[in-house]
């Protein structure tokens, strides 16, 4: 059964000079707008239905930035009675309602939305993410590996959406350099709050990738020399720059590396240790 406002598999029925048309089920035989290359009557195709601004059903293969039940930071094209339009990708904007937004927007901003189905199921978009997404768990365990979106930011963070389901906060502190809000990225939980909210880490924090920091700080030295202009006192976005780590996972690495006795650490530089050298031509 054909769903509205969502993707579906169709068949092309019927191919004139100027239009194409799939079948519609009980809606009949519909246009199919926004073909990629060559079509067959018979060929089945992936395209989404929708009602056009006349509120005739119309197929198009035109791709959206995001669906239903997913999140997006989507470009505001215009403002209407109802609402403020975003660009997803489709030839028919979607709506931001007045009730569903937060601040002031203007034409040209981008906003953070969540997209969902009004009670027509038409697609809507809303700001208030809290109104459709969880902020507290007990589905996610820490060390959980997880994919995330940055939603925004505040003075203690970056609101990050986990899973297209959760909400979860990254720490200004567990960061390296500022993230971009509408960013993807993997991400691991790092705690469950007694209170059931998620911290967030995007630096993993199992031995296993410690050991591959650790591994690759050694062949940085081995690659200059034996000494790497790089320190605990080295300032952030200069340790990222180079090793594409935060600082705390930096220090992490070459504190366990000094322990081993690999490496000597100066307030300019790290070096490696004599023995080491030693050790490998044994």
């Known amino acids: 059964m054909l769903k509205l406002y969502h993707r579906n598999q169709l068949t092309i029925t019927e191919i004139k000079e100027y239009s194409v048309y799939v079948d519609g089920g009980e809606y009949g035989p519909i ?9 067959q009557i018979g060929e089945r195709v992936d395209a989404y239905v929708h009602l056009d601004s006349a509120d005739e059903v119309v197929a198009t293969m035109a791709q959206a930035i995001a669906e239903i039940g997913e999140c997006a930071y989507l470009k505001v094209v215009s403002s209407g009675d109802r609402g403020t339009f975003l660009d997803w990708g489709l030839p028919k904007d979607l709506l931001l309602p007045f009730s569903e937004q937060l601040g002031k927007i203007r034409d040209g901003d981008h906003c953070f939305v969540y997209i969902f189905q009004d009670e027509r199921q038409r697609p809507l978009a809303s700001m208030k993410l809290h109104r459709y997404l969880d902020e507290e768990n007990d589905d996610l365990e820490a060390g959980d590996a997880v994919d995330l979106m940055i939603a925004s930011e505040s003075e203690l963070g970056y ?19 500022p993230l971009d809000i509408g960013a993807k990225m993997k991400g691991w939980v790092k705690e469950i709050r007694d209170d059931g909210k998620i911290n967030l880490n995007i630096n993993s924090l199992r031995g296993e990738a410690r050991d591959q920091l650790e591994e690759s700080i050694l062949q940085k030295l081995e690659e200059n020399g034996g000494r790497l202009n790089l320190s605990d006192k080295s300032p952030p976005d200069l340790i990222y720059s180079v090793c594409q780590v935060s600082k705390k996972n930096f220090k992490r690495a070459i504190g366990s590396l000094y322990k081993q006795r690999l490496i000597s650490i100066s307030p300019e ?5 004599a023995d080491k050298e030693e050790g490998d031509k044994d």
């Open 159 to 177: 609101k990050a959406v986990i899973n297209n389901e959760f909400l979860g906060l990254i720490y200004h502190g567990e960061l390296a350099r």
């Open 31 to 39: 246009p199919l707008r926004d073909i990629e290359g060559d079509v």
């Open 269 to 273: 530089f790290i070096e490696l240790v």
